[in-house]
T-cell receptor, first 108, second 113 residues
């Protein structure tokens, strides 16, 4: 079992729709959870961090964490073509471990 | 300069060459990291430095040699690399070595011929 697993892509959504990105992790001792966005040929940039169960909202982005289910998700509301990128889930159980990323494509 | 900078941005080297990658952070952070990103694979942590001391070596081959002269600078010395070492090498920094957010540099795209 991979330590951090993301739903396989590419994920394609129409402009204005909600994009839902999912991530599961294996280490129950994980303390911190991050979502990074990586445009093609660029480095990862932080979108959201979440540390406790529940939802955390920042603009069009909502991160959801359920430690009991070892699940973290990212919702992007009113998706825009500029949101097209690879989204990386990262989990901290002592060191930062990244998932393989989900490629999101928002079609105009 | 702001954030995390890396030089060079692109590097082509032969298997017998020796080269170095440089990373500098302007954020006042105390921890710095080297990651390798290969196509279709997750980011792989290579080395961690906290207050200039190496705290993690993730079973990286000895042909990669890190150096951290101070909390703001990190180097990755490369020698006798293999073609499979071709990848994007990313430097990151964080306030402390822990659950704090890591901020990434633009990366060095390395091609080993």
């Amino acid at each position: 079992q991979k330590e951090v697993e993301q739903n396989s892509g590419p994920l394609s959504v129409p402009e204005g729709a909600i994009a839902s990105l999912n991530c599961t992790y294996s280490d129950r001792g994980s303390q911190s959870f991050f979502w990074y966005r990586q445009y093609s040929g660029k480095s990862p940039e932080l979108i959201m961090s979440i540390y406790s169960n529940g939802d955390k909202e920042d603009g069009r982005f909502t991160a959801q964490l359920n430690k009991a289910s070892q699940y973290v998700s990212l919702l992007i509301r009113d998706s825009q073509p500029s949101d097209s990128a690879t989204y990386l889930c990262a989990v901290y159980p002592g060191k930062l471990i990244f998932g393989q990323g989900t490629e999101l494509s928002v079609k105009p | 300069e702001t954030g995390v900078t890396q030089t060079p941005r692109h590097l082509v080297m032969g298997m017998t060459n020796k080269k170095s990658l440089k990373c500098e952070q302007h954020l006042g952070h105390n921890a710095m990291y080297w990651y390798k990103q290969s196509a279709k694979k997750p980011l792989e942590l290579m080395f961690v430095y906290n207050f200039k001391e190496q705290t993690e070596n993730n079973s990286v081959p000895s042909r990669f040699s890190p150096e951290c002269p101070n909390s703001s600078h990190l180097f990755l010395h490369l020698h006798t690399l293999q073609p499979e070492d071709s990848a994007l090498y990313l430097c990151a920094s964080s306030q402390g070595q822990g659950k704090e957010t890591q901020y990434f540099g633009p990366g060095t795209r390395l091609l080993v011929l």
